[in-house]
């Protein structure tokens, strides 16, 4: 991949998770990446285009990270975590007044009914999203951890669901504290944590997060 096809997509994917697809032009990707708008239609024929090879780019970069917090080296309530943190650090990030959420689901929900090429690349990066959703809780499962008669599939796809709404309507809220609090529970609801194990996955670190901000 070349230098200057590299230097598009990251800066497409930052200005874009800063604002939104929509509001962000070519004019504007060009200025911040110090190219030309010949470059940028050398190398893509438009936006759209632009962001399809953004979701595969962005994709290969979390995939690594996935890959590292759910190894096998890690304990199943560990993963559990790790993935619980992944998307507070992702997502959510710190500032109560800017929750971004993820900007791919918010590309999606403003894409037009034409754009064909965003949705499937959009429908690609959720599908493989689930498959690691849905490996983490056939480990869990495997290890006892969760309550009979969970379907991972689905409990997987539930997941995703639950995040992105969850995100959006902190985003509304402007509330960070009590998504910190709800999101946690929510997940181990959705994929049938033993309520025995709750304590042993939220104090590792939400309950310590939570002391922290009353100090």
């Known amino acids: 991949m070349s230098d200057t096809r590299s230097l598009l997509l990251q800066t ?31 190398h893509f024929e438009s936006k759209a285009e632009l962001f399809c090879e953004a979701t595969n780019y962005h994709w290969e970069h979390i995939r690594h990270d996935l890959d590292a917090l759910l ?10 975590e790790n993935w619980i943190q992944f998307i507070f650090i992702n997502k959510i990030g710190e500032d109560e007044m800017n929750i ?48 009979d008669n969970v379907n991972p599939e689905q409990a997987a796809r539930l997941m995703q669901q639950y995040v992105q709404g969850a995100i959006m309507h902190a985003r509304v809220q402007q509330n960070i504290v009590n998504l910190k609090r709800d999101l946690p529970e929510g997940i181990y609801r959705i994929i049938g944590l033993k309520p025995e194990f709750w304590f042993s996955v939220k104090a590792t670190w939400v309950g310590e997060k939570i002391k922290g901000e009353k100090k």
């Open 12 to 42: 497409a994917l930052d200005l874009i998770w800063q604002s939104n697809y929509a509001s962000v032009g070519v004019n504007e990707i060009c200025k911040q990446a110090g190219v030309t708008k010949g470059s940028f239609y050398h």
């Open 71 to 80: 190894s096998p080296v890690n304990s199943p309530l560990e993963q559990l």
């Open 100 to 147: 971004p959420g993820c900007a791919f689901f918010s590309a999606g929900m403003q894409s037009g009914c034409c754009e064909n090429k965003m949705i499937q690349s959009l429908q690609l990066m959720s599908e493989r999203g689930a498959k690691y959703n849905t490996a983490l809780i056939r480990t869990l499962q495997n290890g006892n951890f969760l309550e």
